[in-house]
């Protein structure tokens, strides 16, 4: 029987939704989740969906059904200090996710950006670190190498925009916490992820499945030829978790990891999927392009063929999407 307390950051957001619904499926787990979330960009009822879904019960701190228990704390990461939870130390596993992900937002605030992904990542770790943190797993981007043409994980941060450059800053950071500390570091360098649970993401395919179900028109930034390597988040969900509660990749903190299929479609591909392979018809709006927008994505992905070998068709995962969001619109 595996005993293991985690904390997830994001956790009420759209992929800490994702895995908190695959983690609480799992047997033979004695399992203490602290799920830390502001919900300012996201909604505890959803968070609660899943939970009653799943068959928890709730007492007065926690959700529970057999050996989980679920701690739902509504802060800032950056504020776990002030928690009045009593058992925060000698956590297994960080799954850090929460963060300010917005390209636009970060290029108009850059100091905004840089207090919510830099500074308070660095309380958090601080803080966790004191109370003998075992592991941290931190959500970065492929966006830290900015354009690139199939470069490799160990190549250099070209970051175009400020949101990539915060999360260049925090893998920096953390290398240093890995080395000076000997905390078990796993740098995550997430492609574009779509999936369940997304209707409050702005992401490229979020923002067609929700254009396209309220008024049948998309909205395509620039001229459409960004390319970009789209992965399914039950994929994404599949590596945290082994990483989390497996030693077997405990290997694979040495390098950073991408995340991702490593085959890229544009924008204009796209369209032509959402037309011919889900069937659905719709008027496209073109529009200005976006400071700091990331034009070609090529990735390498040999660190991540370690932890999983197949990954879920482009046209699978939009279909199974597709399907999702029709139910909320």
Not at 9 to 14: E, H
Not at 38 to 55: C, R
Not at 157 to 180: C, D, G, R
Not at 219 to 227: A, D, L, M, R
Request: hydrophobic share 40%; proline share 1%; with cysteine.
């Amino acid at each position: 029987m595996l005993n293991k307390k985690i904390i997830i950051t994001g956790a009420a957001g759209f992929i800490g939704l994702n895995l908190l619904n695959s983690i609480i499926k799992r047997k033979n787990l004695r399992l203490e989740i602290f799920a830390v979330d502001n919900l300012k960009t996201s909604n505890l009822l959803d968070f609660k969906q899943i939970l009653k879904a799943n068959k928890f019960k709730k007492k007065k701190k926690f959700f529970y059904k057999n050996r989980i228990k679920i701690y739902f704390i509504k802060k800032s990461f950056a504020k776990l200090n002030n928690t009045k939870l009593k058992n925060l130390n000698n956590i297994d596993c960080l799954i850090h996710l929460a963060a300010q992900t917005g390209v636009v937002q970060s290029m108009k605030y850059p100091e905004k950006d840089a207090e919510e992904n830099i500074i308070n990542s660095i309380k958090l770790f601080q803080f966790l670190r004191d109370r003998k943190i075992n592991k941290i797993i931190f959500a970065s981007s492929m966006g830290v190498l900015g354009d690139n043409l199939l470069s490799s994980n160990l190549s250099s941060h070209n970051p175009l925009n400020f949101y990539a450059a915060s999360k260049s800053s925090v893998e920096n950071y953390l290398n240093v916490f890995k080395k000076t500390f000997g905390i078990k570091t796993f740098i995550l360098r997430f492609s574009n992820i779509y999936g369940r649970f997304s209707k409050k993401k702005s992401s490229v395919i979020a923002n067609f499945f929700k254009s396209i179900i309220k008024n049948r028109r998309v909205s395509i930034n620039g001229s459409g030829n960004q390319y970009r390597d789209f992965l399914y988040v039950d994929d994404l969900v599949e590596v945290i978790e082994k990483l989390s509660f497996s030693m077997k990749y405990d290997f694979l903190d040495k390098k950073p990891i991408h995340v991702a299929t490593g085959k890229s479609f544009n924008i204009n591909q796209l369209v032509k999927i959402f037309r011919k392979d889900l069937g659905i018809k719709f008027k496209i709006l073109k529009k200005k392009g976006s400071i700091g927008d990331i034009q070609k994505s090529f990735i390498k992905i040999n660190e991540v063929k370690k932890l999983k070998k197949d990954f879920t068709s482009i046209k699978k995962g939009l279909k199974i999407t597709y399907q999702w969001y029709k139910k909320f619109y």
